[in-house]
């Protein structure tokens, strides 16, 4: 039975200090809160590494995107209140780790307003290895791009139907809901943005990163840009002694845990991207 403030995605987080409870009533809105980070990544030894992964496993084709997700995972893994979000003006521990990415359909052409892309929402298991969540990913991303209307679809094309007012109205007791604490399962569980971080691999439109605003509608306090990586200077610009750097842009509800525990995070997403052959759990 559902009760007020207990959610079915997250447990009321008790003790805090006056400071972080009042954040969410001072800065009520998640880019009210936003703290931006970049980075540049590395990828010679992450390229070397991704070349040998693939040819180890055969009918696998993982890029760096798959190597982001799992370091993601990893993160909240080791810091689990980067998994929090804040709704309803309170906080929230998030009981799943689920990752949320844009997928291409087709890009459009140059005379064309936009790139057809599917919204993926995933559960990570913390136990997965490598090897599993590339599988799975691959497999999923497969059937949300060719399997017909996804549930964001069904939902939109529902609400749509509505007439203007009506749409509002329902937006609304939505977000009411949402505030309450007593959304229902179903919704919660189908709508990608209700999800610990949004990944966006901008390399796959052949884009540079860049600063993402977090959505107000659902829960994601992460939202992570891969960027088109670059060629350093003097590097050849193909084959295995390529040199390639990669921009990431970070934009973090601040609400959620302090700016140093995020840093800290993005530093490891870092280390595992520039150099995974030295993370143990990638290498069993």
């Not at 001072?26 to 936003?34: D, I, L, Y």
């Not at 609304?172 to 604490?181: N, V």
């Not at 959620?256 to 991207?273: M, P």
Request: with cysteine.
């Amino acid at each position: 039975m559902m009760s007020i403030w207990r959610r079915v995605d997250g447990d009321l987080v008790t003790g805090l200090d006056y400071t972080r409870r009042a954040m969410p009533y001072m800065m009520r809105g998640r880019n009210e809160s936003a703290f931006y980070f970049d980075e540049y990544v590395q990828l010679q030894k992450c390229d070397a590494w991704i070349r040998a992964f693939n040819e180890a496993h055969p009918g696998l084709n993982a890029d760096v995107f798959h190597l982001a997700l799992w370091a993601i995972r990893d993160c909240m893994v080791r810091w689990p209140t980067m998994n929090r979000f804040v709704m309803g003006g309170r906080l929230y521990q998030r009981r799943e780790i689920t990752l949320t990415y844009a997928v291409k359909r087709r890009l459009k052409g140059d005379g064309e307003s936009s790139a057809d892309s599917a919204t993926v929402k995933r559960v990570f298991d913390p136990e997965e290895s490598f090897a599993d969540l590339v599988a799975g990913v691959m497999a999923q991303t497969r059937a949300e791009r060719f399997g017909g209307p996804t549930h964001t679809d069904r939902e939109l094309r529902w609400i749509l139907m509505l007439p203007g007012v009506l749409r509002r109205v329902f937006v609304a007791a939505m977000r009411a809901l949402d505030a309450y604490g007593v959304l229902p399962r179903a919704w919660i569980e189908g709508d990608p943005m209700y999800t610990s971080a949004f990944l966006a691999h901008m390399a796959s439109f052949g884009m540079p990163a860049g600063y993402h605003h977090l959505y107000e509608y659902g829960t994601a306090g992460v939202f992570a840009v891969l960027g088109r990586p670059n060629t350093d200077p003097g590097s050849p610009t193909s084959g295995p002694d390529r040199r390639r750097t990669m921009r990431v842009a970070f934009t973090f509800d601040e609400r959620t845990e302090d700016g140093i525990v995020a840093w800290r995070s993005i530093q490891h997403f870092k280390r595992v991207l520039e150099d995974p052959g030295a993370v143990p759990a990638l290498n069993p």
